[in-house]
């Protein structure tokens, strides 16, 4: 570089981006990143505007598709964005909401109450990453419109026609210039409509996916997303599978301190607390005020109740919070009008005033309750003391493996063989099934940052086993170990100290079989219910050994999929027969030797890994609870529905 371009540095190099130039530039500012979770983000955006109108009371129909071309529209009977021209801007109202930054009503507390978008980003950032976008206005019997290029007008809104309809319409595709990938999962919207659907009761959510068609009927795959009863329907939903310990759902809605709270309650036979907490529709995975307030109010009038009954008399340690919580589904949502969030991530409240309505509503809930329901109360209490013992021999269990690990000096399982670098963001470990492929992978990984943990057959199903039980399996106390991460905090004796975790890759390789796919089920179950910050963080992955090696003499190539084989095939065999292609099926890791598994499936130039992302907590509880539970016709609808993604070995 010359000295003369060195020190040019003036004003004019200073850039000052326009809203929508910097949405472009730096999109994952504003919706997380350009990957999948990004995509089906832009229309969670769009749908939001309308769920704040039905939040409003104007909104109780929405309709959304998915086109062919993945373009994705909405609909909804709301007021219709206004139209007018906007005095300060010198341009339709219409044409402000679509670009620019920090525009709408929501920061207008006449407009809406409460919101879900209040970060200002909205249906302007779907605009600005849109390659295309049409918005239509239904609104005092006329129909307007007005098209966006990449967040550009390409005129001004215009008067189209005349209509009896109310309400909004937008139709956006996502620019490929932004989004790698581009093809919308349909399941991944579903669960999302689905849950919005039980948080806003009484709003009917029609979704229909145009790129598939009934080969009987002819019509596009559509559902629709209602509920009547809102919160209790979605504690059923999420419970559906497990075995209910109490005869109803407990649930209540109300407002306290100007502060509408729902609740929704019910107790299982599992072992594990699963507590969804909403803020103006938005999930917070992190918890915050409300779930404080959730917890307090659940402990105190628990414990009241347990300490007037006198079952507590013969337990010779102390009940804590936790107990109260073993086996419990709730869905806890609150409607705050400013709602104060750590973070731009939305995932934990800040407001202090929300704790103590939350805890009260909790409290006189409950305090009904056991009063009302004697038998079920009792249950309850009986839970809370079985959970209590189960804590206590945890404890003794989990101390008898973090000693153990301080007496043998480097405290790692012998199985382990460990990678060079302590670096925790450069290493990696393989949980890989079987000691032959375990082998195999010891001699094909790079020593410098790829460790190999080779797991003996199927680990513990945890959907189904109390916790001190977890703790005595060998396979997961040797996973505890070789990953340095123990259990208990200085706030939470519960918690997982992920402190000195030595791995930020958690690689699960099994074989391509139907015991290979069991076997990852079964470790996932276990990083979800139990290392869920791991999962959280997108430190787990999972390995995608080939099926196929197609070879015709000295040629050969390494195919993923059914149709990757058949273009093998014909590929190589131009002119010839069949019989000049040999194709072997890889069922096992063991089959491959270290070479070929390391360069498909461990090579970081040319593996493909599988990152394990949660986009619905509540779905993927719902999933998990279904797959690895005791009750069998859900899951046989479920592998019935999903058999075409199967791979089936005869």
């Given at each position: 570089?010359?000295?003369?371009?060195?020190?040019?540095?003036?004003?004019?190099?200073?850039?000052?981006?326009?809203?929508?130039?910097h949405v472009r530039m730096r999109p994952s500012m504003y919706i997380g990143d350009v990957g999948l979770r990004g995509l089906h983000h832009l229309v969670y955006e769009v749908i939001d505007n309308s769920i704040d109108e039905?939040?409003?009371?104007?909104?109780?129909?929405?309709?959304?598709?998915?086109?062919e071309d993945n373009s994705v529209g909405v609909r909804d009977n709301g007021r219709g964005i206004p139209i007018g021209m906007h005095a300060k801007e010198g341009v339709s109202a219409l044409e402000v909401v679509m670009t620019k930054i920090g525009a709408g009503g929501k920061f207008d507390k006449d407009s809406y109450k409460v919101s879900g978008g209040l970060h200002g980003v909205g249906v302007s950032v779907v605009n600005a990453l849109s390659e295309h976008l049409h918005a239509t206005v239904f609104r005092d019997g006329k129909i307007y419109e007005q098209e966006y290029s990449r967040g550009k007008v390409?005129?001004?809104?215009?008067e189209t026609g005349v209509s009896d309809h109310i309400g909004t319409e937008v139709t956006f595709k996502p620019d490929h210039e932004i989004f790698d990938l581009r093809e919308y999962n349909y399941d991944t919207l579903a669960n999302r409509m689905r849950e919005l659907s039980y948080l806003n009761k009484g709003i009917k959510i029609t979704m229909t996916d145009k790129r598939v068609k009934d080969e009987e009927t002819g019509e596009f795959k559509t559902e629709l997303f209602y509920s009547e009863i809102g919160l209790k329907e979605?504690?059923?939903?999420?419970?559906?599978?497990?075995?209910?310990?109490?005869s109803d759902v407990?649930?209540?809605?109300?407002?306290?301190?100007?502060?509408?709270?729902?609740?929704?309650?019910?107790?299982?036979?599992?072992?594990?607390?699963?507590?969804?907490?909403?803020?103006?529709?938005?999930?917070?995975?992190?918890?915050?005020?409300?779930?404080?307030?959730?917890?307090?109010?659940?402990?105190?009038?628990?414990?009241?109740?347990?300490?007037?009954?006198?079952?507590?008399?013969?337990l010779?340690?102390?009940?804590?919070?936790?107990?109260?919580?073993?086996?419990?589904?709730?869905?806890?949502?609150?409607?705050?009008q400013e709602p104060q969030f750590e973070g731009q991530t939305k995932t934990k409240l800040g407001n202090r005033e929300v704790t103590a309505p939350v805890s009260q509503a909790v409290s006189e809930m409950l305090e009904n309750y056991l009063e009302e329901n004697p038998n079920d109360a009792r249950r309850i209490v009986q839970k809370v003391i079985l959970a209590a013992t189960a804590r206590h021999a945890a404890r003794k269990a989990r101390e008898m493996v973090q000693r153990k690990n301080v007496l043998t000096g480097s405290g790692l399982p012998g199985k382990l063989s460990d990678c060079a670098s302590k670096d925790p963001a450069e290493c990696e470990v393989y949980l890989v099934e079987g000691d032959?492929?375990?082998?195999?992978?010891?001699?094909?990984?790079?020593?410098?940052?790829q460790a190999i943990m080779p797991l003996r057959g199927k680990i513990l199903?945890?959907?189904?086993?109390?916790?001190?039980?977890?703790?005595?399996?060998?396979?997961?106390k040797n996973i505890y170990t070789a990953l340095g991460v123990r259990i208990g905090t200085e706030e939470d004796e519960r918690a997982l100290n992920t402190e000195k975790l030595r791995y930020h890759k958690v690689i699960i390789m099994c074989d391509a079989d139907v015991d290979g796919s069991h076997i990852e089920t079964l470790i996932l179950t276990f990083f979800f219910r139990h290392m869920y910050e791991l999962v959280e963080k997108g430190y787990i992955y999972i390995a995608t050994p080939p099926l196929y090696l197609v070879k015709k003499g000295k040629e050969q190539k390494y195919c993923w999929s059914d149709e990757e084989r058949d273009l093998a095939i014909k590929g190589m065999k131009g002119a010839g027969t069949d019989a000049s292609v040999h194709v072997q099926r890889y069922k096992g890791l063991g089959e491959m030797n270290a070479d070929q598994l390391w360069s498909t499936t461990m090579n970081p130039e040319y593996r493909t890994l599988r990152q394990i992302t949660i986009e619905n907590a509540a779905s993927a509880d719902h999933t998990f609870s279904m797959l690895m539970g005791d009750e069998v016709p859900p899951r046989r609808e479920f592998i019935e529905a999903n058999a075409k993604y199967a791979n089936i070995d005869c």
């Open positions: 570089m010359s000295e003369e371009k060195k020190n040019d540095y003036g004003a004019d190099s200073i850039q000052a981006l326009e809203g929508m130039e039905a939040l409003a009371g104007h909104c109780d129909t929405i309709d959304i598709w998915i086109n390409l005129y001004a809104v215009k979605f504690v059923e939903y999420i419970d559906e599978t497990r075995e209910a310990l109490i407990i649930h209540m809605e109300g407002e306290k301190n100007g502060i509408p709270v729902e609740v929704a309650m019910i107790y299982n036979t599992s072992y594990a607390e699963n507590i969804h907490a909403y803020v103006n529709n938005i999930n917070t995975h992190e918890g915050g005020t409300h779930l404080s307030g959730f917890r307090r109010g659940l402990t105190n009038t628990l414990k009241k109740y347990a300490d007037a009954s006198g079952m507590l008399t013969k010779k340690f102390e009940i804590s919070g936790d107990d109260f919580r073993e086996g419990l589904t709730a869905i806890v949502s609150v409607k705050v032959s492929a375990g082998g195999t992978a010891k001699q094909g990984r790079d020593r410098r940052f199903n945890v959907e189904k086993a109390m916790q001190h039980k977890i703790f005595e399996n060998e396979e997961i």
